[in-house]
């Protein structure tokens, strides 16, 4: 998936190597995103945004963080990705943050 920001900004690509799913009940990574790009960010949740849940059991990997959250909502974090490269997280932090001990 390639995208522009339509202002003269880079461009994002998202190279995924697992699941990524998105249901009712939020966001599922069990492999890994990278989004490439001049403040690029795996997962974004804009202004006015709810994220019921994100699990991550993979890796995401961008620029500016993997997570960002802009002034949202994101109700659950559980996150399994830690060690050498850890998850990163910009912005307003989530309801609930839950560690995966694998």
């Given amino acids: 998936m390639t995208s522009s920001n339509g202002g003269g900004g880079s461009a994002v690509i998202i190279n995924n190597g697992g699941t990524i799913q998105g249901t009712v009940a939020g966001i599922y990574n069990s492999g890994q995103i990278t989004a490439i790009g001049s403040d690029a960010y795996g997962i974004y949740n804009g202004s006015s945004g709810t994220i019921t849940s994100i699990t991550n059991l ?14 949202s909502t994101i109700r659950t974090l559980n996150n399994l990705q830690g060690g050498v490269s850890p998850l990163t997280y910009k912005g307003t932090l989530p309801t609930n943050y839950n560690v995966i001990v694998n």
């Avoid at 993979?58 to 002034?71: E, Q």
Wanted: aromatic share 0%.
């Fill in 58 to 71: 993979g890796t995401i990997t961008a620029s500016a963080a993997g997570i960002g959250n802009d002034g």
